[in-house]
Nanobody
Framework: QLQLVESGGGLVQPGGSLRLSCAASGFTLDYYAIGWFRQAPGKEREGVSC????????YYADSVKGRFTISRDNAKNTVYLQMNNLKPEDTAVYYCNARTTLSTFWGQGAQVTVSS
């Protein structure tokens, strides 16, 4: 079965950190660009960060720049999103997406809640 599985979400206090993982099964991520998206209650899904399949170039939304870091470990077939200095406005369900020009996959989502 071809799927992406996110893990690492949870409840954290403001200023804390979490690392999300996105593991692929049934296919290799080597040739896929990977993006992290999030959707907060009542809001549209928004792009957070992405990493290319070719040269590893990265993109970050202004709201997370300097706090989040995306990385990929092709040997483990996994992509990570390290989230530091979390804020209450980062609370959302986080989704990973793997895409090429021919196919795209979405994970099931991981809840991240930032609250004191």
């Amino acid at each position: 079965q071809l799927q992406l599985v996110e893990s690492g979400g949870g409840l954290v206090q403001p200023g804390g950190s979490l690392r999300l993982s996105c593991a692929a099964s049934g296919f290799t991520l080597d040739y896929y660009a990977i993006g992290w998206f999030r959707q907060a209650p009542g809001k549209e899904r928004e792009g957070v960060s992405c990493i290319s399949s070719s040269d590893g170039s990265t993109y970050y939304a202004d709201s997370v720049k300097g706090r989040f870091t995306i990385s990929r470990d092709n040997a483990k077939n996994t992509v990570y999103l390290q989230m530091n200095n979390l804020k209450p406005e980062d609370t959302a369900v986080y989704y990973c997406n793997a895409r090429t020009t021919l196919s795209t996959f979405w994970g099931q989502g991981a809840q991240v809640t930032v609250s004191s």
